[in-house]
């Protein structure tokens, strides 16, 4: 139980173009969700918190214009890197926390974008 | 805000042996979720291992047991009979109770080697 699937797992686009990496929890309806990033060889991230029906938060210093996330029902979340540049390239993970149940983040595999 | 500090960046032990990943943090919280996680080379982050601020019991799974020594702030991991597949990078996690304070506190991992 407590799966998490990203899609894509990995991504190449130009620079100026956007996209998009699903996160979905596979077998538990998800009421927050997390996406973090990873340079190489570093610590997570943490980008936003998001919760289903409502507006994503987002940590200091995150663009919440370039990053859009929406959690739209309990199991799909969704990050949008919009006008996507070469510094925008790394290994992005997303995290579900179920309803009440666990208070264990259970994470996704992952997507590598890298921006030409 | 909560820090989390791994002191050990890399750490090696012999396959069958046993080793101690050291991890300390700082809170005024009295009430708190830890957590280790492990992110192999697949970069799948994994959970090994919870522990409730709460349980003066240490948590334990099979190979894999904690010290956590409240008082101190310290919560350290230990793997008995190393196996290969145990060579990852093993993150330390805090979690606050508070409502709203979902988000997990990373430290910056340890690298572990795990020699044949």
């Known amino acids: 139980g407590a799966v998490v699937s990203q899609h894509p797992s990995r991504v190449i686009c130009k620079s100026g173009t956007s996209v998009k990496i699903e996160c979905r929890s596979l077998d538990f309806q998800a009421t927050t969700m997390f996406w973090y990033r990873q340079f190489p060889k570093k610590s997570l991230m943490l980008m936003a918190t998001s919760n289903e029906g409502s507006k994503a938060t987002y940590e200091q210093g995150v663009e919440k214009d370039k990053f859009l996330i929406n959690h739209a029902s309990l199991t799909l979340s969704t990050l949008t890197v919009t006008s996507a540049h070469p510094e925008d390239s790394s290994f992005y993970i997303c995290?579900?926390?179920?309803?009440?149940?666990?208070?264990?983040?259970?994470f996704g595999p992952g997507t590598r974008l890298l921006v030409l | 805000a909560q820090t989390v500090t791994q002191s050990q960046p890399e750490m090696s032990v012999q396959e069958a042996e046993t080793v101690t990943l050291s991890c300390t943090y700082d809170t005024s919280e009295s009430d708190y979720y830890l957590f280790w996680y492990k992110q192999p080379p697949s970069r799948q982050m994994i959970l090994v291992i919870r522990?409730?601020?709460?349980?003066?019991q240490n948590a334990t799974e099979n190979r894999f047991s904690v010290n956590f020594q409240k008082a101190a702030k310290s919560f350290s991991l230990k793997i008995s009979d190393s196996q290969l597949g145990d060579a990852a990078m093993y993150f330390c996690a805090y979690r606050s109770v508070s409502f709203g304070n979902e988000k997990l506190t990373f430290g910056t991992g340890t690298r572990l080697t795990i020699i044949p």
């Open positions: 522990q409730e601020a709460y349980k003066q």
């Open positions: 995290s579900a926390r179920g309803a009440g149940w666990d208070e264990t983040q259970y």
